[in-house]
Every structure is written in structure tokens, then in C-alpha cells.
């Protein structure tokens, strides 16, 4: 498997950029950093005048081959999906008049039903892959459909393409259309089961896919099938994702159904499916009193801007549950979000911070160095693997992006080969490049995509 | 001059789109539209099956060129770009930790003032009129620098590539650093009529580029600058374009520099700057009384939602404006605004209309058909030019763009070439190919552009 086979040991020579913490950006302009067979980073040197001088200090680095970065780029780390449904990927960009509850009747159940095809299954999940490694995701946590053999073949491609993947076959056994819907308890259990026994046994290391149990959201799972998922997700040790809080009528309809429950972070927290693994997307209308909860189980937050301004469900205040101690990773939910970039997720998270503030004061802004942060190691921590990922350190693997930005000659076009629409003239900062890709990248300037070494996506 | 010598006869078959309405869009599949020797359109035909049977209808168009385009695109307005500052391309992306009057002091003016150097100059505006053509703009209103040898430029440059243009020569005589302000208003005068006349001199047609009397806004410009430029806008029968009510302390700043001004509204009606053809950019913040007197005078508006939303200027109440009777456009505000497409200002657009409807219900909200309009038919009203481009009619000019969109192959890649980010999957009905361009499309969508016929980009 090529993502378990030894690589050759590789020196990444020239500007890297990765965060210090929530508010600060390290950008070392002349870095080496060595990664060895396995994909693990094995030294960091900063100030590096000439790559050959690393190379000698380190006498078994001396065959390794050199990965050379001009001073128009910079390597990043992958970014990370914490939320997305593959299986809405041919829908993106369609909404039409629908806020959430209709826009689930109209658009999504139809179309995650028909991928019980697993020809078309194969065809929108392997352009998904593409699409999400081509924008420099390096993990992924993936909702696929209620089929069990159309979830696995998801797990499939990630193991074979090389992206970190988290990937979830959806329960949903209640108040879902009669020909979209688990036919019972025992059912969701069983092909929960079935998918998280089939992921594990393709990559039994965990390194690349691993199984996540989705019930897809409360109203769409009965308070028996949410029970036994909290079960089987103790007996598993497996991870958790589903939604709260996204629209105000959803959470209405969570209290009309749920009478007897505080609130909506309490039909989660009695079903027993809070926990440290658990991922609960949106997040943008919680009391304190559940964000306490959350806080508590040490369960974390994927926050999804492009989906939430998209949908009308709210700007979802980051800063606050930021300072309440939660852990916030970004998320692309497509097709709810219509870009399957966490790049464009950075920029949304900004306008929607912009927004908040605009009613709660200047505080609620994010910065490019915390939605770089939320996209990186906010988001490693989001999946459970931050110590492997999110950051360049010794120990760490290199899941990485190389960034390379156009610069302008002096007739007005770009050098060489198109780059996409960031222009540089020449007189920018390692700082403003990193605002310059930030406001006006895309994935014409992500060049080559690693992960755990391995190079997994090449312009 | 080619914007000027006849073209070949040409007929563009195959689906196109523009609007109809503000609310409704015009999507003609079958269509064949016929542009004359001066790119003028001839003739539209709908629910052509052949175009062998157009041609044969219209006898003297035997030898018509045909441009085809396939049933992953579609022919579209060319997009009219009502407010940007070409001088302050090179900054894109950069803001810092700025808002509107700080950012203006750290990037803004340091940047116009280098634009004296007229080789600098030609690159930054080489390159940014590339760009605007490349996203499909085919008008836009544009802000230069006070240096007249340099805002000629950008004229020579709009009317070589043959992109239409308002070119604005900046006027600001007071609060202003000492290294960039005009030094009088006697020199305000004499520079704005140097750029108006060598602007008609090159282009005494005005077809392609107009001259336009850009007082900055009113914290720059003195009551006797205004005035006096009012006067010689009367005086030139010349367009007018400045900045209005963007952010709260620039709304505070105004009122306390004209005390006696009943608003900032007022400031610009006391100088007799508030005509049919002044463009307002902006007005994020404007009283009912001041969207009355705006509509009496029958000035337009630029909406920038990107600008806003960036430096948290506000989210202008589009639909209010609207509903009051006034003309609005778009406006990218380049770099206030951090993209030079129309195409992420429609997005950016929707998202302020969402903000809106978060807080005053759903009514706020644009459609993907009302911000098309705003970005077509809205544009030319604003620029004066509604008779001539914005939609597909008889007797109005080819100003069109090609849009193409990827389709996807059974093995999940895209057909062919790469053409951006929009993935066809082959049940996508007319309307839902527009509706995958607006979210998710970008200048790789754009395969050419016209003008008055003439193409004046291709990928």
C-alpha cells in the first residue's frame, strides 16, 4: 500500500509557515525541514543558508533528495476537513429558495439516495477525493450515505488516493423519507457495524481511514438508535460525528421531540454520544449552559461558516466558544457550503467573525493567523491527531502543502505558467504573501499535496 | 483602432442567459444571436435547431462566422464592475488589523502615491485590466491616482484591450498626507480637466473609455474642491464618482468636518456633485432622508459587499435601497474589495443579503437572479449605459462572456481541460448550470470575452 511502503528520505528546503498558537503564525523564511522513510519529520533547522549544510550535519541525510521551494511560496500544512458530506458533493452550488429543513427534502435526501449506485457512488466520490486533496485537504471527516457497500468504496478511494479520512455511514431511522431511512434500530446498528469493521480491516494501523459512527442529527434518529450508537461507540472506541444547533427551526423541532430534554447538547449527552471523539458540527445557536456540557465531555466543534451564511442558520460566535475552552475546527459541510476549499473556509470564517462583530464589537474578529490556526492544528485536534499532524515539528508527519503564488512581470502578466489570480509585485512581506493566499488563493496555488510523506496530489 | 474597425458577422448559437428582471432570469437553450459588422445584435432566435436555418433566414449572414458553444455553457452579459481602484490592485489581500481610515493611512496612500512612477503604473494596470477582462468585465468604472501621466495610462491600456471604461483621475485636496494630496483646488481643476480632455481626445467616441471626476470622498476633498469640481462636471457633461457612508467613523468624521451639513448626503448635494450620472459607492449607512434626495437626483449606487465585509464597514441594505426606487450596481472596490471578480461580488452580495435577513427576516434576502441583475442590468443603468450592454437584445452591443463548465467523466475527473472548480454531473437543468457558476465558479469559467464584439480575452 503506497501509503505504508518506505518513501525516500526528503529535505523540503526554503520558506515554511504553520502556527505557533491561535494568534501567531511562525513563517520561517529559510527552513529545512527533514522528513524520513516513514513520513515523519525528523529535524526542523531554521536559518538555513545552503541546504548541503544541513545535509552534511546530518550524515545519513546525505542521499536524500531535496524539495526546493521558490520565494514565491511556502510550504504549509494540510489543512483539515472536519466536516463535509461527500455525498452531497453533485449538489454544491444548488439551494435554490430552501433554508435547512427544506432544503434536506428537496435536494440532499434525493441525491444521497441514489448513491446506492456504487457506479455513481465511484464516479462523485473519486471527483469528491480529488477535489478535496486538489485544494490541499490531507484529512477529511467524511459523511457518505445509509449504504453500507457505497460508504466502504468512500474508504476505498481515500486509502488508495492517500488522504486521511474519517468516514461515516449515516444512521438515520426516524422522520426521514420512506425511501431514505434505516428500517430499524437493529438495522443501523448491524451496517454501522459492518462499515466500521470493513474501514478497519482495509488499514488496520488507523494511519490513513478510520470508521466514525454518524447519526445524522437528532431528528433524524429515534432516542433508542442514539442510545445504541453511544454503545457501540464505547465498545468500538470509535469516533462520533453528527449536527446541532445549525438553524432555529431545527432546534425547535429537536424540543418538540425531545420535550423532556433540557436542551438539545442533552439529547446527545443522555444517549452517552459526547465524548472526547465526538465532532458536532455548526454549533452557531448553543446556550452557555450546553457549551458548558460540551466543554465537559471534551467534545469538539467544527464550525462551518460557508454552509451557515449559505442556509441563513446563523454566524456562529467562534470567539466566544474559543474563550469558553472549546476545541473549533473548520468545516466545508458541502453541499450545505458550496466549496469544497477549507482555504474558502478560512475567508468565510473571517467574513463571519466580521459579521458577529459588527453586533458584538471588535472582539469577535478572527485574524488570518486564527483561521489558518482553525484550519491546521484547531482541526487536527477537532479529529484526534494532533500530535501527528496540523504543525511542522520532529515527531510530527508531513501532511503539507506546497503554496507557490504568481509574480507579476513588468508588462503586467504573470511569470511562466498561470499560478491562479494571486498576483505578487515584488515588494511583499513572507507575511503578506501568507494574507495574500489567504484573501485570494485557490487551488491553482496549492502545486503538490503530501501526506505522512507520500505525495498525493500534483498540479 | 480595433475597437473601432468592423468585425466579421457572426452568429453565437447555442444556450445563453441574461435578464429579464430584476427577480427572473431569461435562459434561452436553443438560442442564435446575430452581431453585425459594429457589434451590434441583429437578431435573436430562440428554439433554433439548426443554425444552418437562421443563416438561410437572414440572407446577407451566409458567410457569418458561427461560435458554438456546447451544452456545458452558456453565453452571458459581460459583467459591469461600477466602483474599483485599479491603483490599489498590488495591495489585494492586505488589511492587517485595519478599518476603512487606518487602512487608508497604512496601505492605501502609500501605494496610490508610488503610482507616479509611470513603469510602475503600467505594470500594476497592465496586469489588473488583464485581470478584470479575464473574470469577464467588460465595463468598468474606475479609480486612478491624482497623477494624470499615470491615469492616462490606464486609459491608453482600457482602450488598447478594448475593455470599456469610466477612467477617474483622484481629487483630494485636504486631510491628506503631505506626499499625496492635489495642491490646490486651482490645481484640482486643471489636473481633472488635463485627464478629461486627453480621455476624449483618445477616444472622442467615447465607445470604450470616458473620463469620470472622482473627488475621493468628502473627508479628502475641501467644500470649495467640491464645488468646484460640481461646476466643471456641469460645465464637461462628465460622469462623477466618489465614496458615500461607508463606515460609522467616516460617517462621524464627515459630520464633523461640514457641521453645518445636514448630512453626508448633503455635502455632495451642496457641491451640485449629485447628478444622474454620479456613482456613489458604498452607502452601507444612509438615513431615509438621504436615500430620498439620492433618488430625486437620480444619482446611482455601487454595492460593495466585499469591501464592506472585509474592512467591517457594514452590510448595506440592498433590498431597502431597492425597494426605495434607486439604481444599484456592483462594485468589486479593489482592495477594500479582495477579489477583482464580479462573479465573488454576486456571492459576497448574497451573503450580506443573509446577514440582513438574519436580522430583518427573510425579505433581505438577494437571489442568485436579483444579484445577476445587479451585476449586469443594474451595472449599465449605473454607468449610463443600459440602452448598450447588459443584456441580449436587438440593437444593443455584443458585450458577452462564454462560460464553460466541467463535466465530469464516469472515473470522476473532468472532461478535457481543467475548467475550474464546477463539476457537471449531467442532470443539471439550465437553471442549475447558472446556479453552479454563481457559488462556485471563477475566471477559469470564462473561456472569452467580448466587447462591442470584438474578443478581448481567451483563456
Redesign the interface.
Known amino acids: 500500500m503506497a501509503a505504508s511502503a518506505p518513501i525516500k528520505k526528503t529535505v523540503y528546503y526554503g520558506t515554511f509557515v504553520h502556527s505557533k498558537s491561535l494568534s501567531e503564525l511562525d513563517i520561517c523564511a529559510k527552513g529545512a525541514i527533514g522528513v524520513d522513510e516513514n513520513g515523519v519529520i525528523a529535524f526542523v533547522e531554521r536559518d538555513v543558508s545552503d541546504v548541503a549544510n544541513v545535509i552534511q550535519k546530518y550524515g545519513e541525510w546525505k542521499d536524500a533528495e531535496v524539495v526546493k521551494i521558490e520565494d514565491n511560496g511556502f510550504f504549509f500544512p494540510g489543512f483539515i476537513d472536519t466536516h463535509t458530506h461527500a455525498s452531497q458533493?453533485?449538489n454544491?452550488?444548488?439551494?435554490g429558495?430552501t433554508t435547512l429543513l427544506s432544503w434536506l427534502e428537496t435536494y440532499t435526501f434525493p441525491m444521497e439516495s441514489s448513491l446506492s449506485s456504487l457506479?455513481k457512488a465511484?464516479?462523485?466520490?473519486?471527483?469528491f477525493?480529488?477535489?478535496t486533496l486538489s485544494h490541499g485537504t490531507t484529512t477529511c471527516a467524511y459523511y457518505a450515505t445509509i449504504h453500507v457497500p457505497s460508504t466502504n468504496l468512500l474508504a476505498d478511494i481515500c486509502l488508495k488516493r492517500g488522504q486521511r479520512a474519517l468516514v461515516g455511514r449515516v444512521c438515520m431511522d426516524t422522520m426521514s423519507p420512506d425511501y431514505y431511512r434505516d428500517a430499524s434500530v437493529e438495522a443501523v446498528i448491524k451496517d454501522s457495524k459492518a462499515s466500521i469493521d470493513y474501514i478497519r480491516s482495509i488499514d488496520p494501523s488507523g494511519f490513513i481511514v478510520k470508521p466514525i459512527l454518524t447519526p445524522r442529527f437528532a431528528p433524524s434518529c429515534t432516542a433508542s438508535c442514539m442510545s445504541a450508537l453511544g454503545a457501540l461507540a464505547k465498545q468500538t472506541d470509535a469516533h462520533i460525528q453528527t449536527h446541532i444547533s445549525e438553524n432555529k427551526s431545527e432546534i425547535a423541532l429537536v424540543k418538540s421531540l425531545f420535550p423532556d430534554s433540557q436542551s438539545y447538547t442533552h439529547v446527545y449527552d443522555s444517549a452517552d454520544l459526547l465524548t472526547p471523539k465526538t465532532i458536532l458540527a455548526h454549533a452557531v445557536h448553543l446556550t452557555h449552559a450546553e457549551v458548558k456540557i460540551i466543554k465537559e465531555r471534551g467534545t469538539k466543534i467544527s464550525h462551518c461558516p460557508a454552509s451557515n451564511?449559505?442556509l441563513?442558520s446563523?454566524?456562529a460566535p467562534v470567539r466566544e466558544l474559543l474563550n469558553a475552552g472549546l476545541t473549533v475546527g473548520l468545516g466545508t459541510d458541502v453541499s450545505g457550503g458550496?466549496?469544497?476549499?477549507i482555504l474558502e473556509e478560512c475567508?468565510q470564517a473571517?467574513?463571519v467573525s466580521?459579521?458577529r462583530?459588527?453586533h458584538d464589537g471588535?472582539e469577535a474578529?478572527l485574524?488570518t493567523e486564527e483561521v489558518l490556526y482553525l484550519a491546521t492544528r484547531g482541526g487536527a485536534q477537532v479529529v484526534g491527531m494532533e500530535d501527528k499532524v496540523g504543525g511542522f515539528e520532529v515527531g510530527m508527519e508531513w501532511d503539507a502543502q506546497m503554496i507557490c503564488l504568481g509574480r507579476?512581470?513588468?508588462?503586467?502578466?504573470q511569470e511562466g505558467r498561470f499560478a491562479g489570480?494571486?498576483?505578487l509585485?515584488g515588494?511583499e512581506t513572507p507575511e503578506?504573501k501568507v494574507?495574500?493566499?489567504?484573501?485570494?488563493g485557490?487551488?491553482r496555488n496549492t502545486e503538490r499535496v503530501w501526506v505522512r510523506g507520500r505525495l498525493v496530489h500534483k498540479r
Open positions: 458533493h453533485a454544491t452550488g444548488l439551494f429558495k457506479s465511484s464516479t462523485v466520490y473519486s471527483n477525493v480529488s477535489r451564511t449559505a441563513t446563523g454566524c458550496f466549496s469544497p476549499s475567508r473571517i467574513w466580521r459579521f462583530a459588527m471588535d474578529k485574524s507579476v512581470k513588468k508588462e503586467g502578466e489570480n494571486v498576483d509585485f515588494f503578506d494574507n495574500k493566499w489567504v484573501y485570494g485557490d487551488d
